[in-house]
């Protein structure tokens, strides 16, 4: 079983949907991090939380530290939201934490106008 | 610079090959991290440096893996008579102090192709 887990592994939406993508992990961690990652670009990180809930226009990333557990929503899903998300957590290690990060596969997102 | 780069962007190479791929990171970023990422499959954890503490190696994939950085600057992956597994992009991220709190910020990423 891997340490972090993403669900779906793909995920298709009509142009205009809300959209949730799922994040478990098993691992103590010190942050939880959503990147989104274009075909044949980089990688951009949207969201670093260790608890709650943030917000950035469309995209909304929560945190339940208990459950292990995170989501990232898109609401009014757009073409351009198309790309790889992908949860990947800080890990705490020997007690002390820092920023090695373990990924889940990734969610491969595809919006259609 | 604005923000991380990595050099080459594109490497083609012939297995046995011994390969360096470099990264820069944001002025002032104490933590680096290289990683990896082969085909249709996750981000690889690869190696963590931080100020003058002793890298955290453990996970490059074998003894042909070596990174040095210098300072809080350049870092240079290298890889030893290349194998066509290793083919994937590389990946370097860096953070202002590396104790997981904070955002990371990746490079473009170079993509090696080993024939």
């Known amino acids: 079983k891997n340490e972090v887990e993403q669900s779906p592994q793909n995920l298709t939406a009509q142009e205009g949907e809300f959209i949730t993508i799922n994040c478990s992990y098993s691992?103590?961690?010190?942050?939880l991090h959503w990147l989104q990652q274009h075909p044949g670009g980089g990688i951009v990180s949207l969201f670093m939380l260790s608890s709650g809930k943030k917000k950035h226009g469309r995209l909304i990333a929560t945190i339940n530290i208990q459950e292990k557990h995170s989501s990232l929503h898109i609401t009014a899903s757009h073409p351009r939201d198309s790309a790889v998300y992908i949860c990947a957590a800080s890990t705490n290690a020997g007690g002390t934490s820092y920023g090695k990060l373990t990924f889940g596969q990734g969610t491969i997102l595809t919006v259609h106008p | 610079g604005a923000g991380v780069s990595q050099s080459p962007s594109n490497k083609v190479t012939e297995k046995g090959k011994d390969v360096e791929l470099r990264c820069d990171p944001i002025?002032?970023?104490?933590?680096l991290y290289w990683y990896r990422q082969r085909l249709g499959q996750g981000l690889e954890f690869l190696i963590y440096f931080q100020g003058n503490s002793a890298p955290d190696k453990s996970g490059l994939p074998s003894d042909r893996f070596s990174a040095e950085r210098t300072g809080e600057s350049v870092s240079t992956l290298t890889i030893q008579r290349t194998q066509q597994e290793d083919s994937a992009v590389y990946l370097c991220a860096s953070t202002l102090m590396g104790q997981g709190f904070e955002t990371q910020y990746f490079g473009p990423g170079t993509r090696l192709l080993v024939l």
């Open positions: 002025s002032g970023h104490t933590a």
């Open positions: 691992v103590g961690i010190s942050a």
